[in-house]
């Protein structure tokens, strides 16, 4: 049986996070440069975007680069940038026929400009669309996005339009990155690593974890599915009993 007719469409995740790892080895083992495995991946990215779309997902979020990244190979990095652009530009159309929202997070003024320029130009001509957010994680840190959020924060009190005792965990989620969308319930990681890598450590909180072996170039649909099958087979009791989940469902 497929494992997208297994899916509950009742019960999906609104939001989904992927560390799409393992473009570099899955290029290697394929006797390719590293830059082969990232063009490759952009396959993979186009159909688990569609497929969660059609499926129902509202916030699918993937890490495309982190801030440690920039400790590349110049030439990888460079060969990221431009590939980003390309497969911006040449993705516009599909986005705005499946309805999806681009966004973005992270230090994105460190950005080339033509990247820059790629973006802009994609968030802006798909702002009014409603099915989907696709957020991508560009020169992303999650320690970079707490401590920008503590900056913040800081001002609001230095300038005394903030108590220190008037902080609460919403006041921090609203000075973060994702202020506005609501943190995931199910991150995926490719390529058999089990770490987090810098990624969401404060949306993740409560998040349900898989993680595949599959290298991201080879992730697909199928794969995508069977992930979300994982998270709907998972008991989510966020610090309660499951004597206290069966009662509240009565």
């Known amino acids: 049986m497929e494992p997208g007719s297994q899916i509950d469409i009742n019960r999906l995740p609104r939001h989904v996070a992927i560390i ?125 996005e707490i401590t920008e959020a503590t900056r913040k924060i800081a001002k609001h009190i230095a300038d005394a339009s903030m108590l220190p005792e008037q902080i609460t965990e919403q006041t921090i989620a609203e000075h973060l990155n994702t202020a506005g969308i609501p943190d995931p319930e199910l991150l995926i990681r490719t390529s058999g690593e089990t770490r987090i890598s810098n990624f969401l450590l404060w949306q993740i909180a409560y998040s349900e974890l898989v993680f595949t072996p599959v290298m991201w170039p080879d992730f697909r649909r199928q794969h995508f599915q069977e992930a979300l099958l994982d998270y709907q087979h998972r008991e989510r009791r966020f610090g309660k009993t499951s004597d206290q989940l069966s009662s509240q469902n009565v």
């Not at 030439?75 to 026929?97: G, P, Y």
Request: aromatic fraction near 6%; hydrophobic fraction near 40%; charged fraction near 25%.
């Open 20 to 144: 799409m790892d393992g473009n570099g080895r899955w290029a290697k083992a394929h006797g390719k440069p590293r830059v082969f495995g990232h063009r490759n991946g952009v396959k993979s990215v186009r159909e688990v975007t569609e497929a969660a779309a059609e499926i129902g997902i509202q916030y699918l979020t993937l890490y495309a680069f982190s801030t440690e990244n920039w400790n590349r190979p110049a030439t990888e990095v460079n060969a990221l940038m431009s590939l980003l652009v390309q497969t911006i530009r040449k993705e516009i159309r599909t986005l705005q026929e499946n309805q999806i929202r681009l966004q973005t997070i992270g230090d994105c003024s460190r950005l080339p400009k033509k990247t820059a320029a790629a973006l802009e130009e994609a968030i802006e001509a798909t702002r009014h669309n409603e099915r989907m957010t696709l957020i991508l994680a560009l020169n992303y840190s999650a320690k970079w």
